[in-house]
């Protein structure tokens, strides 16, 4: 049975990673990187201040956040991968690695399972739809969330098994958490905040720039 599902896994990403372009080598290797986001993480900050005001809830909800991204990130890369050391597809010791089609050589760290980028963007769009509950912000998060994750399968980074499991994780934390910050500090009244648009515009900006960043260098190789 594990041996059918790894085997599924593999052809899975397999076929993922093979529609390549010099196109998209660029974007994605744009969107799955961290500083392109700092505006979207900034926008959000902006916010939950604006709507909140410094109050102590605003601590609450920033030390929500924190937490989730603990678990998320650094809980899942040092205590679980360390429980499963799934190499990735991109690693040699996979035994797919001669068919894996890489970007610029990249091949990520050793192990992948689960996916830290699956966790962490899970995390972030369930965390933050949960405080707002607006069903425009949570399509463009998602969405958001689902590129992330495609990203590193297109990068030959990570299965998809990885991914999913990352982002099954990611989003339990913040339900999780979302749930016990909400019991003691009453989180529900920020919901359908007019300016949850704002965290909208930062998200389509951030993927305009990357289409931009990446027809320039197309342009420019």
């Keep these: 049975m594990i041996t059918t599902l ?3 896994d593999a052809a899975i990403l397999l076929w ?3 529609f390549h372009s010099t196109f998209f080598d660029h974007f994605m290797s744009l969107v799955t990187g961290k500083w392109i986001w700092v505006p979207m993480y900034a926008c959000i900050l902006v916010v939950l201040t604006l709507r909140v005001s410094f109050k102590p ?3 609450i909800i920033l030390a929500t956040i924190g ?3 603990f678990f998320s990130d650094f809980f899942v890369s040092e205590y679980i991968r360390p429980l499963f050391n799934r190499p990735r597809p991109s690693q040699p010791g996979s035994g797919i690695s001669h068919l894996v089609h ?3 050589n990249y091949r990520g760290g050793s192990y992948g399972f689960p996916s830290c980028h699956a966790s962490n963007s899970f995390m972030l769009a369930t965390i933050i739809y ?3 509950r607006n069903k425009a912000l949570a399509c463009f998060l998602y969405a958001w969330a689902i590129i992330m994750c495609y990203s590193r399968a297109y990068l030959g980074v990570h299965y998809p098994g990885d991914l999913l499991v990352g982002a099954i994780w990611g989003s339990g934390v913040s339900y999780m958490l979302y749930s016990l910050a909400n019991r003691f500090f009453n989180l529900s009244d920020l919901k359908d905040a007019k300016q949850t648009a704002y ?3 930062a998200v389509t900006a951030s993927f305009a ?5 990446s027809a320039v260098q197309v342009c420019e190789s």
């Excluded at 720039?209 to 960043?213: E, S, V």
Aim: charged share 10%.
């Design 6 to 8: 790894n085997n599924l």
């Design 16 to 18: 993922l990673n093979s």
């Design 57 to 59: 809830k605003l601590l």
């Design 67 to 69: 937490l989730g991204l």
């Design 102 to 104: 890489l970007v610029d």
């Design 130 to 132: 949960l405080i707002f």
């Design 199 to 201: 965290i909208n515009m």
């Design 209 to 213: 720039l990357i289409l931009i960043i």
